[in-house]
Nanobody
Framework: QVPLVESGGGLVQAGGSLRLSCAASGRSFSTVTMGWFRQAQGKEREFVATITGSGANTYYADSVKGRFTISRDNAKNTVYLQMNSLKPEDTAVYYC???????????????????WGRGTQITVSS
């Protein structure tokens, strides 16, 4: 198992910034592609960002490109999501996920992720 625990959520004004962290347990973290997803109330869970095991490759949803940055520290078994220029439409529960397949490529679909955190709420006020 790769239990995942998110932290860093909260309430922020539009235009502000937050950084989410996701701590993973277990070995071979550096071989696992990680992702962030979010789910707004009444909507389906959607892809936000992903990063390969080495951290060499990242990919973002168009809605967050240029504002959010995904990164990882494999020595700390942690993946981060730096969120800048937040908008009210970014309000959602944010989930960290670990892929069940090769960490050499990134994945944007939920079905590629085997382990999920419990989520952390981000609320952006206007």
């Amino acid at each position: 198992q790769v239990p995942l625990v998110e932290s860093g959520g909260g309430l922020v004004q539009a235009g502000g910034s937050l950084r989410l962290s996701c701590a993973a347990s277990g070995r071979s973290f550096s071989t696992v592609t990680m992702g962030w997803f979010r789910q707004a109330q009444g909507k389906e869970r959607e892809f936000v960002a992903t990063i390969t095991g080495s951290g060499a490759n990242t990919y973002y949803a168009d809605s967050v490109k240029g504002r959010f940055t995904i990164s990882r520290d494999n020595a700390k078994n942690t993946v981060y999501l730096q969120m800048n220029s937040l908008k009210p439409e970014d309000t959602a529960v944010y989930y960290c996920a670990a892929a069940g397949s090769s960490g050499s490529t990134y994945y944007t679909h939920r079905s590629n992720y085997e382990y999920w955190g419990r989520g952390t709420q981000i609320t952006v006020s206007s």
